[in-house]
């Protein structure tokens, strides 16, 4: 039986088709972007782009895809390494109807890695796209536009405690996604946490090399951040040629977390 979403995530696909980023939260805080290291921009465009609908934009050096609740970001640098292995496994798209997208995703030499029901009973394959960016897809024939953004989806021994972790800073609302009981929306996306048997490696460098929020007021929300012992690999920063307000901090798991002030106007 195909299971009804929840919460904060069925709210994000009555979004109207052009809005960008979801209303943020009591706290301030909506998620922003996945962030890619990539060696062709250009390829990695065109496939966001012709594959699943997405705007292209670009402010000063920084090129990104908009889509109705997120962004693609690039960096036109070689990862380290896939997705895969990392904390960072993979991150997930709806799309409206996944039999037709993966025929155009094989049509144009794209790997399909395999086709299965997903945690909500729903048709779902994982894809991979060139430097070993791992993503979800999964159907829904009521979506309102081609694709949208749906999950973040972390493998880490200690995920529950990282669950927590995300709830606390973000103020994140803990729910299930399907059978995937170990959830937390924030406005915009879900976050799926799952056990990993192994060590993860961080997300820096790698094909996912972050994922990054938006913040209402950033500078006040970094200092509350400093004040409860968080450290900031890059404090507050204002980059006038890109129109964004940045801060960067690894969360407890490895994985790298830019908080933004203005992709909101992207």
């Given at each position: 039986?195909?299971?009804?979403?929840?919460?904060?995530?069925?709210?994000?696909?009555?979004?109207?088709?052009?809005?960008?980023?979801?209303?943020?939260?009591?706290?301030?805080?909506?998620?922003?972007?996945?962030?890619?290291?990539?060696?062709?921009?250009?390829?990695?465009?065109?496939?966001?782009v012709e594959q699943f609908g997405g705007?292209?934009?670009?402010?000063?050096?920084?090129?990104?895809?908009?889509?109705?609740?997120?962004?693609?970001?690039?960096?036109?640098?070689?990862?380290?390494?896939?997705?895969?292995?990392?904390?960072?496994?993979?991150?997930?798209?709806?799309?409206?109807?996944?039999?037709?997208?993966?025929?155009?995703?094989?049509?144009?030499?794209?790997?399909?890695?395999?086709?299965?029901?997903?945690?909500?009973?729903?048709?779902?394959?994982?894809?991979?796209?060139?430097?070993?960016?791992?993503?979800?897809?999964?159907?829904?024939?009521?979506?309102?536009?081609?694709?949208?953004?749906?999950?973040?989806?972390?493998?880490?021994?200690?995920?529950?405690?990282?669950?927590?972790?995300?709830?606390?800073?973000?103020s994140g609302v803990q729910a299930s996604?399907?059978?995937?009981?170990?959830?937390?929306?924030?406005?915009?996306?879900?976050?799926?946490?799952?056990?990993?048997?192994?060590?993860?490696?961080?997300?820096?460098?790698?094909?996912?090399?972050?994922?990054?929020?938006?913040?209402?007021?950033?500078?006040?929300?970094?200092?509350?951040?400093?004040?409860?012992?968080?450290?900031?690999?890059?404090?507050?920063?204002?980059?006038?040629?890109?129109?964004?307000?940045?801060?960067?901090?690894?969360?407890?798991?490895?994985?790298?977390?830019?908080?933004t002030e203005g992709f909101d106007e992207?």
């Open positions: 039986m195909r299971l009804l979403l929840t919460g904060a995530v069925a709210l994000l696909f009555a979004l109207p088709v052009q809005a960008q980023l979801a209303p943020p939260n009591s706290a301030g805080v909506t998620f922003a972007h996945v962030h890619l290291n990539v060696t062709d921009v250009d390829a990695h465009t065109k496939i966001w705007v292209a934009v670009q402010k000063g050096s920084l090129r990104t895809v908009r889509f109705p609740n997120m962004l693609v970001v690039f960096n036109e640098r070689t990862p380290t390494g896939g997705s895969q292995g990392s904390v960072m496994d993979h991150f997930g798209f709806k799309v409206r109807n996944l039999a037709e997208v993966l025929a155009s995703w094989r049509a144009a030499g794209l790997e399909v890695q395999s086709e299965f029901t997903g945690a909500e009973g729903y048709p779902n394959a994982y894809v991979m796209a060139p430097d070993g960016v791992r993503f979800e897809l999964q159907e829904d024939p009521q979506l309102p536009m081609k694709a949208a953004g749906y999950h973040i989806h972390f493998f880490a021994p200690d995920y529950l405690e990282l669950l927590d972790w995300y709830v606390d800073i973000f996604r399907g059978n995937i009981e170990t959830t937390v929306n924030i406005p915009g996306q879900n976050l799926s946490f799952a056990t990993s048997r192994t060590e993860r490696e961080p997300t820096r460098g790698r094909a996912i090399d972050h994922i990054g929020f938006e913040v209402d007021d950033l500078e006040p929300f970094i200092e509350r951040l400093e004040a409860r012992g968080i450290e900031f690999q890059l404090g507050y920063t204002e980059i006038a040629s890109i129109e964004l307000k940045i801060a960067f901090f690894t969360d407890p798991s490895g994985v790298y977390i830019e908080l992207y």
